[in-house]
């Protein structure tokens, strides 16, 4: 279960999250704009970082750009 190891991995890259307009869910209680966010895995459609809650959570890659 590699998930469990996310938070000690190694930082992949950083992005900044651009926006927090989200159709279905509410992102801005755990995403701030303009914030750099360290990416610990990625696929095809998501970002998995630490959010400001500070626990691992995947979100749509439209959020962010990379820095």
Request: aromatic share 14%.
């Amino acid at each position: 279960m590699i998930h469990n190891s996310w938070v000690e991995r190694s930082t992949l890259k950083m992005v900044t999250c651009i926006n927090t307009n989200a159709k279905k869910y509410q992102v801005d209680h755990v995403l701030t704009v303009g914030k750099q966010y360290e990416v610990k895995n990625e696929t095809e459609e998501y970002f998995f970082i630490i959010d400001n809650s500070g626990k691992i959570a995947g979100f749509y890659k439209e959020y962010f750009t990379v820095a």
